[in-house]
Structure formats: C-alpha cells, structure tokens
C-alpha cells in the first residue's frame, strides 16, 4: 500500500493536491461509514446518511464563507464553465441592461464568450494588450449603464492574477468566479450578487460546484429555463433536484472540517497561503532577473505563481530537473508558458521550501 513517502509535491492548477488528512480519513472511511456499514460511494444519495453529510457540508462551508440571510448557498455539478452559462442565464435574460465583463486573463474571457451566447455583454476592461499581467485601475474600468452585472475572476488561474481589492460597481450585482482563490482567503460575502466556484482547487475534487446566490437575484430566473439550468431548482430542493455528486460533497465537507477544525478558520490559511506565496515571490526578485514573474507586482496571486526563465530550454530543463527532485507539475499553461507554481491551501509549506532551494540550486548551475 502506498505510504505518504511516495506522495511527491504536486503544483498542479487543478486537480489539486488535497489536504493528508482528508485522504486519510476517506482512506478510512472508504469500505464503510462509521456506524453505516457502507462506502461513501455505494450509498443512497437519498439516505439518513447522506442528509447528515449534505446538511454538515453546507452548514460548514456556509459558516467559512459567512453566509446570512441575504444569501442561499447551493451545491451543483457542471463544474465553473456550467456557471459561465447558468449566470447569463439566470441574471441576463430579460434585463435591460448588459452584463459587464472585467476581463482579467483566459477564465473571464470564457465566461464572457458564453455570455455572449445569451444576451449583451459589454466589456468593462480586457487586460489582453499586455497579455493579462494586471488588473485595471479604478479609472480604466468603463461599466455600461445600468448592467445587470458586473463579472470579475478573483484569480485567474492561468496567468496568475488576483484581486486584493474588489472594484466598485455601483448598485451593480457583483458576480465573482472564484474557482482558484475559494476558501483560500477570508471574504465579505455582502458585496457579491452571485459567486461560484469549482471545487478540484481548494474545496475538494472535480464534480461539484458550490454557489452563493443573493436571494433577491432568484427573482430574475424565467420560468421557461431548463429546471436544472435554473438556480432556483437547486434552492427549492436543497442542492438535491437529482442525485448529486455524492463523493465530492463528502470530499467538500471533509476539506471544511479540516479548514475550521485543523486550520482554524480562513484568516490563518491566508496567513499561511500569503506567507508560502511570498517564499516563491522572493526567490523571483532576488534572482537578479534569472525568474521573471508573469504577473504585475501589486496583482500577483497567492494561488499561482507564474515565471518565466531566460529561455524555453531553460524552462525544459527545469521541470525536467524539478520533477528528479520530486516537484510536480510546474509547466505553465500552453497559452503562457513557463512555469507555474500552484500553491494552494493543502500544499505543505515544505513544498515551497523545496521549489526554493531547488530555484537556487538551478540557479547556481544554470543561471
Ligand atoms: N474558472 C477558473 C478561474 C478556473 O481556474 C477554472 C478551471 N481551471 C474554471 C473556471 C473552469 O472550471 P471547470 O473545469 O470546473 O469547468
């Protein structure tokens, strides 16, 4: 059987490394639930069991994200690019106005294509010009008259920016794709209309997705949407109109436990997320212009770090030589290039330390 010793530091975007102890107990709990005498994986999504594992997970996933009554927080499947449809959808068609997009990097750009499918869609800001490095200043972000909403992606997972400071958008929806960054930080939920995210980052495995919606927004569906295209479906039957992605809420619920329970809550994992992220940002600077970090200063993510080397052969050998020092999963994405460094809130802080001494290392041989 496979012991810890054989797990390497996995840097990959998404899947994503998990939280040991999270494995470990489902690891444990896989041949039978305790007191339930069956897997995770072969029980009824309609059974006692599963209402417990459901009703916790949203229970605690609600309490980390802060939800109140303002707010209903629904589970569905179709990953993030789902969402790209179902917002359009549900808070576009048969409003007045556009739906703004501030379009910071490849992810924002998707969802404004599938936007454009359903209704208007305006673009706010494209941060294309300089190959998605920054976010726009307050001044460059041109919102239309009366959007119905305002789109932003908290952190681009492939160009590697993030927003430290949400824009203003006047009485604007604010609706936020925060698939990379979710649980990674602390978050004022009352400023978002809408927010979604895919959970194979920070909050579990590919198959479920998790929205807060604001319960007045719920209004703007028509009923002549698709039940399962529409938010409200997922409301009214509490997440479970069908079976649900039974082991990826598990999976959810135990990252939860394990945020509140082990970590402590979300401002110490963004101690910890903004601590590993400034080891990496450092050895960039400090190398005398060997690392080139994509992302402009003041907008880098704490979630990927995105740098370049002097040359593509550079760039071979490196991940060639870090993945012989057990480092996984650091290509940039093709659009890009580089390397990559997904720091999320399960990888250890002595992966970081590892990608360090091995930066220096190559450094010294190559540089
Ligand atoms: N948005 C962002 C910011 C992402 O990082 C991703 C996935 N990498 C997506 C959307 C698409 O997610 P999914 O594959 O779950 O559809």
Request: overall charge negative; glycine content about 10%.
């Amino acid at each position: 059987m496979a012991t810890v010793a054989d797990r390497l530091f996995n840097f990959s975007a998404g899947p994503a490394v998990l939280p040991l102890p999270v494995l470990e107990r489902a690891r444990e709990e896989l041949l039978s639930l305790p007191g339930v005498g069956m897997s995770v994986l072969e029980i009824s999504h309609r059974s006692k069991a599963f209402d417990e594992i459901l009703d916790r997970t949203l229970a605690d996933l609600g309490r980390l994200i802060g939800i109140g009554d303002d707010h209903e927080l629904i589970l569905l499947q179709g990953g993030a690019s789902l969402q790209f449809s179902m917002v359009p959808l549900n808070l576009l068609q048969g409003q007045s106005g556009a739906a703004d997009y501030i379009v910071t990097g490849t992810w924002g750009r998707g969802g404004l294509k599938e936007a454009r499918r359903i209704g208007s869609a305006h673009v706010a800001w494209d941060g294309e010009a300089t190959g998605y490095d920054r976010l726009p200043q307050a001044d460059e972000i041109k919102l239309s008259d009366h959007p119905a909403y305002v789109h932003i992606t908290s952190n681009e997972t492939i160009q590697g920016v993030q927003w430290q400071r949400l824009p203003a958008v006047a009485a604007a929806p604010l609706v936020c794709d925060t698939s990379s960054d979710f649980l990674s930080r602390p978050i004022d939920l009352s400023r978002f209309g809408l927010l979604y995210a895919c959970a194979q980052k920070n909050a579990g495995i590919a198959g479920v997705t998790a929205v807060a919606i604001r319960k007045d927004l719920l209004e703007r569906s028509a009923d002549s949407l698709p039940a399962m295209l529409d938010y409200r479906t997922f409301v009214a039957k509490g997440s479970r109109p069908n079976t649900p992605p039974v082991f990826a809420i598990y999976i959810l619920g135990l990252v939860c436990e394990w945020l509140l329970n082990e970590v402590g809550g979300l401002e110490q994992i963004a101690a910890q997320n903004a601590a590993k992220a400034a080891v990496l940002y450092d050895t960039l600077d400090a190398s005398g212009g060997f690392y080139r970090g994509h992302a402009a200063e003041a907008c880098r993510s704490t979630m990927n770090v995105t740098f370049r080397l002097p040359s593509a052969d550079l760039e071979q050998a490196f991940l060639a030589e870090a993945a012989g020092h057990g480092l996984s999963d650091l290509k940039g994405h093709r659009s890009v290039g580089g390397i990559r460094a997904s720091v999320y809130n399960a990888m250890p802080e002595a992966g970081v330390l590892a990608l360090r001494d091995f930066m220096h290392d190559f450094k010294n041989a190559r540089g």
